[in-house]
């Protein structure tokens, strides 16, 4: 395993670390500028984390899914990427559009709120069901914070992490991550050369749809929690699990439920936000899990894309 992550700093990534658990036995390992134990932003897993708390609420009566939460746009419709609402992305970016970085620069300490990112969602042309939108979660957050009278990070805390016994896992209350966490690399496919640290960055634009704070420890104890029905009961994890294609930033088509995706035989999710990525997936036993973070996003590296995938391969023994 370890020679397996060599490969991946090797092929370009300057810092990769994970955790890999089999069936009890316990397995960290990191290569290049990292340690397994640092705290790293995991993007869009914080959509499982919400997608949890939603759940929970629907358990408790106070949410029901298929209830229209925004026009004709259900609750279940904006965790499975449904709704037709397009992400705001390039409307609060703009310049990526341009093949210019200069977005980056100019919002690295702007802060973002929920209902402005949201209204330029709503505000834009409508995209075909099932492409992948951030503008949905914010609204997600939105509603827990209607329904339960906190903040949805308050919530999100106190009945998912907390529930789960987290210890390196929060929110983002200012723009630098406190503990031992690596730089985190942007290169934007070439549009930064060389890539730039964006660790410290408000995070404001992503919100509760993809600014968490985590370790891949943590990240293994969570999904496992999650699937094993110790945050949410076994049949809103079977509602979780009920899939459907959506296509993503990347062009590619991945078979999405209300915020587990289907990696083969396991479940998980992936994320990215500037200069970080990561990825988490679990059989569905849970008895191997696999949890992966790179301090690098957005290169043009077949290496490094053949590197990941052989060691996904390998820890999932697939």
Not at 3 to 11: D, F, G, N, P, V
Not at 218 to 242: P, R, T
């Amino acid at each position: 395993m370890k020679a397996a992550l060599e490969e991946i700093h090797h092929a370009g990534i300057p810092g990769v670390w994970a955790e890999v658990r089999d069936n009890g036995d316990v397995w960290r390992g990191a290569a290049g500028d990292a340690t397994p134990d640092m705290r790293h932003r995991v993007g869009s897993v914080t959509k499982t984390f919400t997608a949890a708390a939603i759940m929970q609420l629907v358990e408790r009566g106070k949410i029901e899914l298929d209830t229209p939460v925004f026009q004709e746009i259900t609750v279940r419709m904006l965790l499975n990427m449904t709704s037709g609402l397009a992400d705001y992305r390039f409307l609060a970016f703009p310049s990526l559009l341009e093949g210019s970085a200069q977005s980056l620069e100019d919002n690295q300490f702007r802060h973002f709120y929920p209902r402005e990112l949201i209204k330029l969602g709503v505000d834009a042309p409508a995209v075909p069901l099932g492409t992948y939108s951030n503008t949905g979660y914010l609204m997600l957050g939105r509603l827990i914070e209607k329904v339960t009278g906190m903040t949805a990070a308050r919530w999100i805390t106190r009945n998912v992490i907390e529930r789960a016994g987290l210890r390196n896992t929060m929110f983002p209350t200012g723009t630098r991550i406190e503990g031992p966490h690596p730089k985190m690399f942007e290169a934007l496919f070439g549009l930064l050369d060389p890539p730039r640290d964006y660790s410290v960055y408000d995070m404001s634009w992503v919100g509760v749809s993809a600014s968490l704070i985590s370790t891949v420890e943590d990240l293994n104890v969570f999904f496992s929690a999650l699937l094993d029905g110790k945050i949410v009961s076994q049949d809103s994890v079977a509602e979780m699990q009920k899939t459907g294609p959506v296509v993503a930033f990347d062009g590619s088509t991945i078979e999405y439920g209300l915020r587990l995706h289907r990696h083969g035989t396991c479940w998980g999710h992936d994320g990215s936000v500037w200069g970080a990525g990561t990825w988490s997936f679990h059989s569905a036993d849970g008895k191997r899990q696999v949890s992966l973070a790179v301090n690098l996003q957005r290169w043009n590296d077949k290496a490094i894309d053949e590197a990941l995938k052989a060691f996904q391969r390998k820890a999932l023994r697939v």
